[in-house]
């Protein structure tokens, strides 16, 4: 036993083992509590549309509904993929992965709690940012490859209206990190430590409501889902995509909606930090006010969904490229100027 113990912490084969072991088990401890979230996000999507429009919303498959996820994912599982002819099969099939993929490796430099995050690093804000534009990418390549002129209308105005807004929420995080000081995340959460009066939505409201806006229209929610707008493009770049690809595709842009939640709690809503300086923050706490602040601004998702109507398509790049760019860059030097001129120093 001794042997093994000293393999492990002296021999440098087994540091490097034991290293990788407890990077794995991180990895899993939030990815599978993440698929979890998002396959039952589709429930709660349902169940919230349905309360909008006075229906029950999914209620047959299981108590209350709740195994409605797991049937739906074993349909699609067990459906035949099927490629178009015409389709280049190799860049058809990894585009949903693309999508997928990027949503995932996002979270490595989210802290869930003091201490929980698996890549503690000092540009945590850059790779967000990042990573989040890397997920044009899979849209882009599945709109190409399905050789569908449906699916590629749908791309486009995809990537288009992903680089329009990805523009002001840059502009957002900047703005931030004036107020912090830090591009790290952990001390982006420390810096509004205090209660909810000490969180940035209050001083940075303008921002708080631009970043939140800017997400639906970087996840396609309604009311700017035009790139799958039935009316004209069918499904846009899904169009050709059936089963497991599919699936891919719907629960990437869930867990890019959780994502950015969690982006919008760590910004704007204190992260793990307790609304009050009373309640506790720490282990488990901290985790439970995080998730709590997620699921709010998740529901505000599916609330809009349920209630606005989609726009034009010249509707929504003028509101990016017209109102919020200036706006964000115009609060963006305005905070500078405060900072600057007004002596608030950062807390960390």
Same mark, same amino acid.
């Given at each position: 036993?001794?042997?093994?113990?000293?393999?492990?912490?002296?021999?440098?084969?087994?540091? @490097?083992?034991?290293?990788?072991?407890?990077?794995?088990?991180?990895?899993?401890?939030?990815?599978?509590?993440?698929?979890?979230?998002?396959?039952?996000?589709? #429930?709660?999507?349902?169940?919230?549309?349905?309360?909008?429009?006075?229906?029950?919303?999914?209620?047959?498959?299981?108590?209350?509904?709740?195994?409605?996820?797991?049937?739906?994912?074993?349909?699609?599982?067990?459906?035949?993929?099927?490629?178009?002819?015409?389709?280049?099969?190799?860049?058809?099939?990894?585009?949903?992965?693309?999508?997928?993929?990027?949503?995932?490796?996002?979270?490595?430099?989210?802290?869930?709690?003091?201490?929980?995050?698996?890549?503690?690093?000092?540009?945590?804000?850059? #790779?967000?940012?990042?990573?989040?534009?890397?997920?044009?990418?899979?849209?882009?390549?599945?709109?190409?490859?399905?050789?569908?002129?449906?699916?590629?209308?749908?791309?486009?105005?995809? @990537?288009?209206?992903?680089?329009?807004?990805?523009?002001?929420?840059?502009?957002?995080?900047?703005?931030?990190?004036?107020?912090?000081?830090?591009?790290?995340?952990?001390?982006?959460?420390?810096?509004?430590?205090?209660?909810?009066?000490?969180?940035?939505?209050?001083?940075?409201?303008?921002?708080?409501?631009?970043?939140?806006?800017?997400?639906? @229209?970087?996840?396609?929610?309604?009311?700017?889902?035009?790139?799958?707008?039935?009316?004209?493009?069918?499904?846009?770049?899904?169009?050709?995509?059936?089963?497991?690809?599919?699936?891919?595709?719907?629960?990437?842009?869930?867990?890019?909606?959780?994502?950015?939640?969690?982006?919008?709690?760590?910004?704007?809503?204190?992260?793990?930090?307790?609304?009050?300086?009373?309640?506790?923050?720490?282990?488990?706490?901290?985790?439970?006010?995080?998730?709590?602040?997620?699921?709010?601004?998740?529901?505000?998702?599916?609330?809009?969904?349920?209630?606005?109507?989609?726009?034009? #398509?010249?509707?929504?790049?003028?509101?990016?490229?017209?109102?919020?760019?200036?706006?964000?860059?115009?609060?963006?030097?305005?905070?500078?100027?405060?900072?600057?001129?007004?002596?608030?120093?950062?807390?960390?």
């Amino acid at each position: 036993m001794s042997s093994i113990v000293q393999f492990f912490t002296v021999d440098p084969i087994g540091k @490097a083992i034991l290293e990788a072991v407890i990077i794995l088990l991180e990895c899993l401890a939030v990815t599978v509590p993440l698929l979890i979230a998002v396959a039952y996000m589709t #429930y709660a999507d349902r169940k919230i549309w349905g309360a909008i429009q006075l229906r029950k919303g999914p209620n047959v498959v299981g108590p209350f509904g709740l195994l409605q996820p797991m049937a739906d994912g074993l349909k699609l599982l067990l459906k035949e993929t099927i490629v178009p002819s015409s389709a280049n099969g190799v860049l058809f099939l990894i585009a949903p992965m693309i999508t997928f993929l990027t949503a995932l490796i996002a979270w490595a430099v989210v802290p869930f709690g003091d201490g929980m995050v698996i890549a503690n690093i000092n540009v945590g804000i850059l #790779y967000l940012f990042a990573i989040s534009s890397l997920g044009v990418y899979g849209i882009i390549i599945a709109g190409w490859a399905s050789n569908s002129k449906y699916a590629f209308l749908g791309a486009l105005r995809s @990537a288009a209206q992903m680089v329009s807004y990805e523009v002001s929420i840059g502009f957002v995080l900047v703005t931030v990190l004036l107020c912090v000081g830090s591009l790290n995340l952990t001390k982006v959460v420390l810096a509004q430590s205090g209660g909810f009066w000490h969180w940035y939505w209050l001083p940075l409201l303008p921002m708080f409501v631009i970043f939140f806006v800017s997400a639906l @229209a970087e996840t396609n929610r309604t009311p700017f889902d035009l790139p799958m707008s039935e009316a004209e493009l069918v499904q846009g770049f899904q169009t050709e995509y059936s089963s497991m690809p599919f699936a891919l595709f719907f629960l990437g842009e869930y867990a890019n909606m959780i994502l950015l939640s969690a982006m919008g709690a760590v910004l704007f809503l204190g992260g793990w930090m307790a609304p009050f300086p009373f309640l506790p923050s720490a282990g488990a706490w901290g985790v439970l006010w995080f998730a709590l602040k997620i699921a709010f601004l998740l529901f505000v998702f599916s609330w809009s969904k349920g209630t606005l109507p989609r726009y034009r #398509y010249d509707q929504l790049m003028r509101l990016g490229w017209k109102v919020f760019l200036p706006f964000s860059l115009g609060w963006l030097v305005l905070t500078a100027a405060v900072l600057q001129f007004g002596g608030w120093v950062p807390k960390i």
